[in-house]
């Protein structure tokens, strides 16, 4: 979602990515970054993995080229992010059987641009709230902090899950109140996944969703990031067009 508020040049460059060398990469220098977050963001760059219609002028995306390189060993990359602030875990090429159990639920890619599927309904105490007469689409993208969504419903569901909002724009909620919260989920081809956290800072108690009108030619569209992510293993499989989601192993669960 970066590469739509930033100028950039583009050069030719070798990529090591851990033990690996990735010759010919194109790699975009950002001249321009408007707003603060890149100011007090801890990451030095961006690192596109979606598919190559929207790397724009600068060649294919660094995964795209791991594979016509023949640098991975599937067409697949796969994440595990913590809750507990000690990192996560990118497989490139691969899963990390380890962090999670089977079955994995497979949801097919709609369109290929941002990793986009389908969400077949939101639901707030067990209720479908949002989706209901239609479904949504919805874009998967580690590269967003909290689940986004169309103005109009964000500002429904804040208000059911009793969040107020802040001068900046932010919702919080009554950080007594956060073990009574209503339980929100969202269902994928057929399979629902109970947000047990929706709240995105535990000091000040901010609300994990937010409002962002991205629009498309299905209408707007719903973005799931890391408070949805941190909650399942994820896997993209451009094999196969698909995004799989499963349900974490007990080593994990431990480790939180």
């Known amino acids: 979602m970066f590469t739509d508020v930033l100028n950039l040049l583009g050069y030719m ?33 961006v690192l596109g993995l979606s598919y190559p219609t929207l790397s724009k002028d600068l060649g294919l995306p660094v995964f795209d080229n791991m594979m016509n390189q023949n640098k991975v060993d599937q067409p697949v990359f796969s994440f595990y992010l913590s809750t507990n602030g000690f990192g996560g875990e990118l497989l490139l090429g691969g899963v990390d059987e380890e962090l999670f159990v089977p079955p994995i639920n497979w949801v097919p890619v709609t369109l290929k641009g941002y990793w986009q599927i389908k969400i077949d309904e939101v ?21 967003t902090s909290l689940i986004s969504g169309p103005t109009f419903e964000i500002q429904i569901l804040q208000q059911l899950i009793g969040a107020s909002p802040t001068s900046i724009g932010e919702y919080v909620v009554n950080c007594t109140r956060i073990s009574s919260l209503p339980v929100v989920s969202l269902v994928l081809n057929g399979v629902e996944y109970f947000l047990t956290d929706i709240i995105y800072n535990k000091e000040i108690c901010i609300s994990g969703f937010q409002a962002t009108d991205v629009s498309s030619s299905v209408g707007h569209m719903w973005i799931l990031g890391d408070v949805f992510l941190s909650q399942v293993y994820s896997i993209y499989d451009r094999g196969q067009d698909r995004v799989g989601f499963a349900q974490f192993s007990d080593k994990v669960k431990r480790s939180v």
């Open 13 to 45: 460059c070798t990529y090591l990515v851990g033990t690996m060398t990735l010759a010919n990469q194109n790699f975009g220098e950002s001249v321009y970054e408007p707003g603060s977050s890149f100011v007090m963001a801890k990451f030095d760059g």
């Open 123 to 143: 639901k707030l105490q067990g209720t479908t709230t949002f989706c209901r007469s239609h479904s949504c689409q919805a874009i998967v993208d580690t590269g």
